[in-house]
């Protein structure tokens, strides 16, 4: 069995010594027979080449709450004076290949030189869309951010910014951030690689932020499973005022289901971790799977009118939305309207 290349510890109940796997659940490992099914189905739905983005230009900071969709997974948080990107991707491709991959079709709803003082970078796993690495360069020679992430993923990112400043953890560890803001590293199920030979030798997670304005729980990249990790997250910590759920890249569901949640399922990650609010991400930026660009967004108001939930709490945000984050009972508001 290859040693693992970016973490060493004792086994876990998600951990083998060798490779982190979801304990219980479906295995997400996928071989070239499945692609090929997959690939060759010809089911993917034809995306526009670009969609017109309305790009913000951010407070330097900012008292309360406030989210920015940049796009796909990357999003700007601001609260009680503190700037945290989640999974920061600028660059035009989601793949180890400029001239290859998976292409924006929407540009970053923050430009880059745009962006104020950035504190921190939270980082769920290790995929091209998550985490890139020119971008983190970027990062990092700007502003020289503290970057939290789940066990073995700063072994890539030190392969590239020797003194990038990251500091890691497993499951449920609660890691500081200054400013009196902490990320408590919470499960997900997933999985992670940069190369065909290094899967899942990282591991993957959500992170939940507590601040002086509240708390913000952003999921990272996960699949529905049996649900238990989200009843857990739900028993173990408060109701986040705001929750980031993943609504995108779902079909087809046979290849699917054990690493992305649907519209549906992210409506019951809503209910199980009982988030105030809600806003939909991980959609309508790169075109990773077999749906529609608007085929989530569409599917998540009918998920939402299903249970009976009102679809101010639950919505899909946009590249360049900017919404304030009520810590009350109240539905979040995009300032941007």
């Known amino acids: ?26 295995t997400t490992d996928r071989g070239l027979r499945d692609m090929l099914r997959w690939k060759l189905g010809g089911a993917a739905q034809r995306w526009p080449e670009v969609v017109p983005v309305t790009q913000a230009v951010p407070n330097d900071r900012v008292a309360g709450i406030r989210v920015t969709m940049v796009g796909h997974a990357s999003l700007l948080i601001q609260a009680a004076g503190i700037n945290i990107l989640t999974d920061p991707v600028w660059s035009d491709r989601a793949s180890p290949f400029a001239w290859a991959g998976p292409k924006r079709v929407t540009a970053p709803g923050i430009a880059f030189a745009d962006l104020p003082p950035i504190d921190a970078v939270l980082i769920s796993h290790c995929h091209y869309d998550h985490m890139d690495m020119a971008t983190l360069q970027r990062l990092h020679a700007a502003h020289a951010p503290v970057m939290a992430m789940p066990l073995g993923n700063d072994a890539i990112v030190r392969a590239t ?13 609660a890691i500081t951030l200054g400013g009196g803001v902490t990320t408590t590293l919470t499960p997900a199920y997933h999985w992670a690689n940069r190369w065909p030979w290094d ?139």
Not at 301 to 324: C, E, K, N
């Open 161 to 173: 910014i020797p003194d990038a400043r990251c500091v890691t953890g497993d499951w449920w560890d």
């Open 199 to 337: 899967v899942r030798m990282a591991l993957w997670a959500g992170h939940y932020l507590t601040t002086p304005a509240g708390t913000i729980w952003f999921a990272g990249d996960t699949g529905y499973g049996d649900g238990a990790i989200f009843g857990d997250i739900g028993a173990r910590l408060p109701p986040p005022d705001v929750a980031l759920i993943p609504i995108g890249a779902y079909e087809p569901r046979w290849f699917m289901a054990a690493q992305h949640v649907d519209p549906g399922e992210a409506v019951r990650i809503f209910r199980d971790v009982r988030a105030k609010q809600a806003l939909g991400i991980h959609w309508g930026t790169f075109q990773l799977t077999d749906e529609g660009r608007e085929a989530p967004r569409l599917a998540l108001a009918t998920a939402l009118s299903t249970v009976g939930i009102a679809p101010r709490r639950f919505v899909a945000a946009h590249p360049g939305g900017v919404y304030d984050i009520a810590t009350d009972d109240s539905d979040p508001r995009d300032a941007t309207t």
């Open 1 to 26: 069995m290859t040693k693992n290349r970016y973490h060493s510890g004792p086994p876990s109940d998600h951990f083998d010594g060798v490779r982190f796997f979801n304990p219980g659940q479906e």
